[in-house]
């Protein structure tokens, strides 16, 4: 499992040029099943939480797509994260990278609001296909019979493209199908 790790800083702190100025130690947010437990290691860490340090900020992060940390609360990230199923799941985590990729982290956070861990049942990852693997995929799955030798005549590429104009794009490292 990717891991996804955060480093979280306080505003006053930071302002103030403190011992936590630069923020808590890396902590892998699949090490935690609720922001309890994070708030309880960022105390052992010496952040007050009711004082100077209640406004928390993600200072750097590792295993996410880019985000804005200035204006996502730690919190909001880790229970949204967490409700996904993203640190936990495999393959929720490549759909979430793949879907972070052409569309943002907000609108993550919108489909998880609303579909809550089956955020992604309407979303299909073709991991390591390009557009002619994905009209070949969709072509054989029609039922249609041709010939071997006739193969090489088909622009699947093209097909792959026709089929998935309307809901699967391209990303780094395959096809995403969003359907809904």
């Known amino acids: 499992m990717e891991e996804i790790k955060i480093v979280i800083g306080s505003w ?6 403190n011992e936590r100025a630069l923020g808590s130690k890396w902590l892998d947010l699949s ?23 209640e406004e928390l900020f993600i200072q750097d992060y590792e295993g996410l797509p880019e985000i804005n940390g ?14 996904s199923g993203v640190l936990q799941n495999n393959y929720q985590y490549d759909v979430f990278q793949a879907y972070c990729e052409i569309r943002s982290f907000e609108e993550f956070e919108d489909l998880v609001q609303r579909k809550g861990c089956h955020w992604d049942d309407d979303i299909n990852l073709y991991k390591g296909y390009d557009w002619s693997d994905y009209g070949k995929e969709y072509f054989d799955n029609c039922c249609y019979e041709l010939p071997g ?17 309307d ?7 395959g096809i995403i199908e969003i359907i809904a």
Not at 12 to 17: D, L, V
Not at 70 to 83: I, R, S
Not at 167 to 173: D, G, Q, V
């Open 167 to 173: 809901y699967a794009e391209e990303y780094s490292n």
């Open 31 to 53: 090490d935690y099943s609720d922001w309890e437990e994070i708030e309880e290691e960022l105390k052992k860490e010496g952040f007050i939480l009711d004082g100077i340090d």
């Open 12 to 17: 006053g702190s930071y302002n103030e040029c």
């Open 70 to 83: 200035d204006y996502t609360h730690p919190k909001t990230l880790f229970e949204t994260l967490n409700e």
């Open 149 to 165: 030798n006739l193969e090489d005549f088909v622009d699947f590429e093209a097909y792959g493209q026709y089929i998935g104009s």
